[in-house]
């Protein structure tokens, strides 16, 4: 299984919801990645996390919330978003960080 | 941080060689990458090169990397017009992307 998979595949919320993304990996690698892709632009890193543990926040805004269950799974909750963070965002993992990193289909966001 | 800058756009002809080029500034990264994006989808990675290798080649892929010159190319040969995507180029060390290089291919 060489898949990351990431779901919902779409997601539209109001700016007073809660919502959740989940990405899921089973290729036993212990680092896993949030991406941002807004339209016609490359991805900015988000978060890192390795061995279950955040390294990395790139400074995101907390209405973002990054967790890490356990080795194989990734959420991302969101809170308060605005509609300024409409965008794709694509998980990704790695057998160990900075190795290289396979990435999911995405989920493509929508804040109305 | 490091930089890494491609140009945005080219279009080739089918059957065409392509060659998408990438300039990044100091780097202390062991790979360098090519990713591949279609509309609407995730990245697919195409091929990485290990910092000390000149070239590598991967059936139609070929990368060349130029470390004395930071500039590191993907050749695609024989262009299809599946490779129509947005290609981008990234560094191991601060998993950073170039804007992305929008490859057309004509009929």
């Known amino acids: 299984d060489t898949e990351v998979t990431q779901t919902p595949k779409h997601l539209v919320m109001g700016m007073t919801n809660k919502k959740s993304l989940k990405c899921e990996q089973h290729?036993?690698?212990?680092?896993m990645y949030w991406y941002k892709q807004k339209a016609k632009k490359p991805p900015e890193l988000m978060f890192v996390?390795?061995?279950?543990?955040?390294?990395i926040n790139e400074s995101v805004p907390s209405r973002f919330s990054p967790e890490c269950p356990n080795s194989s799974l990734l959420n991302l909750h969101l809170h308060a978003l605005q509609p300024e963070d409409s965008a794709l965002y694509l998980c990704?993992?790695?057998?160990?960080?900075?190795?290289?990193?396979?990435f999911g289909p995405g989920t493509r966001l929508t804040v109305l | 941080g490091e930089d890494v800058e491609q140009s945005l756009f080219l279009s080739v002809r089918e059957g065409d060689s392509s060659v998408i080029n990438c300039t990044y500034t100091?780097?202390?990264?062991?790979?360098l990458y090519w990713y591949k994006q279609e509309p609407g989808a995730g990245l697919q990675l195409l091929t990485y090169?290990?910092?000390?290798?000149d070239m590598k080649q991967d059936q139609r892929l070929t990368v060349l990397l130029n470390k004395k010159d930071k500039h590191l190319s993907l050749r695609i040969a024989d262009t299809q017009t599946g490779d129509s995507a947005i290609y981008f180029c990234?560094?191991?060390?601060?998993?950073?992307f170039g804007a992305g290089t929008r490859l057309t291919v004509k009929p």
């Open positions: 990704a993992s790695s057998q160990a960080p900075r190795d290289t990193q396979y």
């Open positions: 290729m036993g690698h212990r680092a």
């Open positions: 996390y390795s061995y279950e543990k955040l390294s």
């Open positions: 100091d780097s202390s990264s062991t790979y």
């Open positions: 090169i290990f910092s000390n290798m």
């Open positions: 990234a560094s191991e060390d601060d998993m950073r």
